[in-house]
C-alpha cells in the first residue's frame, strides 16, 4: 500500500509538473501553442494519478501531496531547468516533505 501509494504521488507531482511548464513554456518561454495539448493531457494524467492515492479522505491526499510537489518541483527546476535548488529550496523542500509524511503516517485512531 505504501509503494503504490509513493508510485501514485511522484506520478502525479510529474505530470502536474509537465502539464503546467507546457503553459510555462508556451506564455512565459515563447514556445509553440502546440505544447499546450500535451500540457493538458499531463494534466489529465495528474488528476487521474491523484485519485489512484489510498487514502480514507481526499483532502489528506491532497495535503500530503502538497509536501511531494515541493520537492518534486524542485528536484525538476535541477533536472529540466538545469537551476540547482540552495540551501533555502532544500530546506523548504525537507520541511515539506517532512510534513506529508506526518499527514500520511501520523497514528490515528480506527
Same mark, same amino acid.
Given at each position: &500500500?505504501?509503494?503504490?501509494? *509513493? =508510485?501514485? $504521488?511522484?506520478?502525479?507531482? #510529474?505530470?502536474?509538473?509537465?502539464?503546467?511548464? @507546457?503553459?510555462?513554456?508556451?506564455?512565459?518561454?515563447?514556445?509553440?501553442?502546440?505544447?499546450?495539448?500535451?500540457? &493538458?493531457?499531463?494534466?489529465? *494524467? =495528474?488528476? $487521474?494519478?491523484?485519485?489512484? #492515492?489510498?487514502?480514507?479522505?481526499?483532502?489528506? @491526499?491532497?495535503?500530503?501531496?502538497?509536501?511531494?510537489?515541493?520537492?518534486?518541483?524542485?528536484?525538476?527546476?535541477?533536472?529540466?531547468?538545469?537551476?540547482?535548488?540552495?540551501?533555502?529550496?532544500?530546506?523548504?523542500?525537507?520541511?515539506?516533505?517532512?510534513? @506529508?509524511?506526518?499527514?500520511?503516517?501520523?497514528?490515528?485512531?480506527?
Amino acid at each position: &500500500m505504501m509503494y503504490s501509494s *509513493a =508510485f501514485f $504521488y511522484i506520478a502525479a507531482a #510529474i505530470a502536474e509538473i509537465a502539464g503546467c511548464f @507546457a503553459f510555462w513554456a508556451w506564455l512565459k518561454l515563447d514556445k509553440s501553442i502546440f505544447w499546450v495539448a500535451p500540457g &493538458m493531457l499531463s494534466l489529465a *494524467a =495528474f488528476a $487521474y494519478f491523484l485519485t489512484r #492515492i489510498d487514502a480514507a479522505y481526499a483532502g489528506r @491526499a491532497y495535503a500530503a501531496y502538497g509536501g511531494v510537489y515541493i520537492l518534486s518541483s524542485l528536484m525538476w527546476m535541477w533536472a529540466i531547468e538545469g537551476h540547482r535548488p540552495d540551501r533555502w529550496d532544500v530546506t523548504g523542500g525537507l520541511i515539506a516533505i517532512t510534513g @506529508a509524511a506526518i499527514i500520511l503516517w501520523a497514528p490515528r485512531p480506527a
